[in-house]
């Protein structure tokens, strides 16, 4: 039983001594049920079109940036790139618009990163269990929807308009896919966006533990992004730390042992490093996170969803890996759909 | 008395009878796999120092595109593959992931992993039996993983399965043979090899199963995850071997308490 005064007692914990005792338990946990391995993946952004208004996002709809959406010939050239630097595991992201990104989009796309990539994940629009099964027999092997905020008041107040606005459709979007048979669907939380971490924590939990025992066939794995500013605005509740940011990825360890948790490039290379001893099991490495960003746009036309904090390329975090003693994982699926 | 215990009457203490698995005669009763190691070189090693002569490989890990992380690459010639179907859900996943292993080139040597559960990751005992029974009778040599059941084991061995790998307790717990009373009714009852898989890990755990009767043990997190796995590795195939031979000397039973004379009988030899 996961309980709520635990967790608010390991987040307001500061003493030394106590930290470095459940980072202890989170490395050795991670070792013994993943070995010494760290999985490797990286994202294409598809299109930044978003009919959704939330108000923390650099792709929300009132924002005015450049939209784009990639042609087949463009996410051809974005793929072979991705896929010539060594990745095989593809999170493929559109901004939430079921009119410019429609499921026949998707599967157009799925098509293509099928003859780059043996193992694919898409991050999008939340969508019914009938079109997720219908992307799962062409090819979707993994879901990533994240809830932001379990605090529904909070999420009223940020999530303004479009489909993202509907807390339950959105809060069911993973069992939803689960029932339509995909392989590994990520949660998570977006850290500052509520005030209150330790509660949106154990809803995440409760929301993974709900899920595994009734689901219990699926991969699961965890992120904990952290707000960012988008143009010097502040939209965090809270600041998250480094301690705390810790804290959590070592926490979620032991209340988790077989879970995976992803970190991505939005973190700096210090704490990336950091935090691979600690309980991560996946991350990403050669990040771009604009539409069209390895291959077909300069930096200073592109428009990020975040700013990439960690730049190192593939082959330099697999040297790093290596130096560390982790075996860097490229393949963990092979496609065996027909 | 089971024909095993026959069997081992008439072999000699030291000469061992021969164990053959899918035709294949084996001198090691210790096979690895070659998950979550720190990096290939000691995967390598850990092969040469145990002289395992059976490694599994998930066919999912098996990276074609990078040479150097290609696993196959890492391991000797000699050595067979058995390849698993680890990331199956159900039979059919599993038997598409066998006839890819096929098709692949990785020989027709298949460990039968069906796993629904990613938390407790126990096997799901009744597709493992479907996937055998279809993968035995398209040529494959099958090796089922699976939780120690009698009626599972009998149905295996109808099927045709080549033996029956029951868990000695959780994948990667290192809790040891926490279902031994399973696994010995197996050993009793089922006359095709029993290699014990999963949650082994110490070599004292890898002697006790094979003191106990066992043919064979397959033991990977605790080598991976060692300081030094080719010393670990060479420890377990030690301990797997001296194990044998307790078992083949007809080790004495163990008593919870000290012999008295014969407080029962001891009257038929009074005058």
């Given at each position: 039983m996961i309980s709520f005064n635990h967790i608010q007692k390991i987040l307001t914990d500061n003493n030394p001594t106590n930290i470095e005792a459940l980072a202890q338990e989170a490395s050795s946990l991670t070792r013994q049920y993943f070995g010494h391995t760290i999985s490797l993946y990286a994202p294409i952004y598809l299109?930044?079109?978003?009919?959704?208004?939330?108000?923390?996002?650099?792709?929300?709809?009132?924002?005015r940036i450049k939209r784009f959406k990639l042609t087949d010939k463009e996410m051809n050239q974005e793929m072979k790139h991705v896929a010539d630097q060594g990745i095989e595991n593809i999170l493929l992201l559109t901004g939430e618009s079921y009119k410019v990104t429609p499921l026949s989009y998707l599967m157009d796309t799925v098509t293509v990163a099928k003859q780059y990539f043996p193992n694919i994940s898409l991050e999008v629009h939340p969508m019914e269990e009938d079109e997720y099964k219908t992307l799962f027999l062409h090819g979707v092997d993994g879901i990533t929807v994240y809830?932001?905020?379990?605090?529904r008041e909070r999420y009223k107040k940020v999530h303004l308009s479009g489909i993202k606005a509907d807390y339950d459709f959105r809060a069911g979007t993973a069992q939803r896919a689960a029932a339509a048979g995909i392989r590994s669907i990520s949660l998570g939380i977006l850290l500052g966006l509520s005030s209150n971490t330790s509660q949106d924590l154990f809803d995440l939990y409760e929301h993974l533990s709900f899920m595994e025992k009734n689901y219990p066939g699926v991969e699961y794995s965890l992120s904990f992004p952290r707000i960012q500013k988008i143009k010097g605005e502040d939209f965090g509740k809270v600041y998250i730390d480094d301690k705390t940011f810790i804290k959590i990825i070592c926490l979620t360890r032991t209340l988790f042992p077989r879970v995976g948790i992803n970190l991505s490039t939005r973190e700096k290379p210090e704490l990336r490093d950091h935090a691979l001893k600690l309980g991560i099991t996946r991350m990403s490495a050669g990040?771009?996170?604009?539409?069209?960003?390895?291959?077909?746009?300069?930096p200073q036309q592109q428009d990020p969803q975040f700013d990439i904090e960690d730049t190192r390329s593939v082959k330099a975090i697999t040297t790093l890996l290596k130096e560390k003693n982790l075996d860097p994982v490229f393949t963990d699926w092979r496609r065996i759909q027909a | 008395m089971t024909t095993r215990t026959t069997e081992t009457k008439i072999a000699d203490a030291i000469e061992d009878t021969p164990f053959f698995i899918g035709g294949k005669k084996l001198t090691s009763r210790f096979l690895l796999g070659t998950g979550k190691f720190r990096n290939k070189a000691d995967l390598a090693q850990s092969i040469t120092e145990s002289q395992t002569e059976i490694v599994t490989v998930a066919l999912r890990r098996?990276?074609?595109?990078?040479h150097e992380e290609?696993?196959?690459?890492?391991?000797?010639?000699?050595v067979t593959l058995l390849t698993n179907t680890s990331g199956a859900r159900d039979a059919q996943e599993a038997i598409r992931i066998a006839r890819l292993a096929k098709e692949s080139g990785y020989g027709n040597w298949i460990k039968i992993e069906v796993i629904n559960d990613t938390k407790y990751l126990l096997p799901d005992n009744s597709e493992t039996i479907k996937a055998t029974e279809t993968l035995v009778k398209e040529g494959f040599v099958v090796l089922p993983y699976v939780s120690p059941d009698l009626y599972v084991a009998r149905e295996l061995v109808k099927v045709g399965a080549a033996s029956v790998m029951p868990l000695g307790s959780l994948i990667g717990s290192n809790q040891g043979l926490k279902t031994k009373e399973l696994i010995r009714v197996l050993i009793n009852e089922i006359d095709i090899p029993i290699i014990v898989d999963a949650g082994i890990g110490c070599p004292s755990q890898a002697a006790e199963a094979m003191e106990m009767g066992a043919d064979a043990v397959l033991v990977n997190t605790a080598v991976a995850t060692a300081e030094k796995p080719a010393k670990l590795a060479k420890a377990f195939a030690m301990a797997v071997q001296a194990g044998r031979l307790g078992y083949l000397s007809n080790l004495p039973p163990v008593k919870d308490t000290a012999n008295a004379s014969s407080p029962l009988t001891g009257f038929l030899y009074e005058n």
């Open positions: 299109s930044n079109f978003c009919s959704s208004h939330c108000t923390y996002c650099g792709f929300h709809s009132h924002h809830q932001e905020t379990y605090d990040s771009n996170t604009s539409v069209g960003g390895y291959t077909l746009k300069e | 098996i990276d074609l595109e990078h290609n696993i196959l690459e890492h391991i000797p010639k000699s």
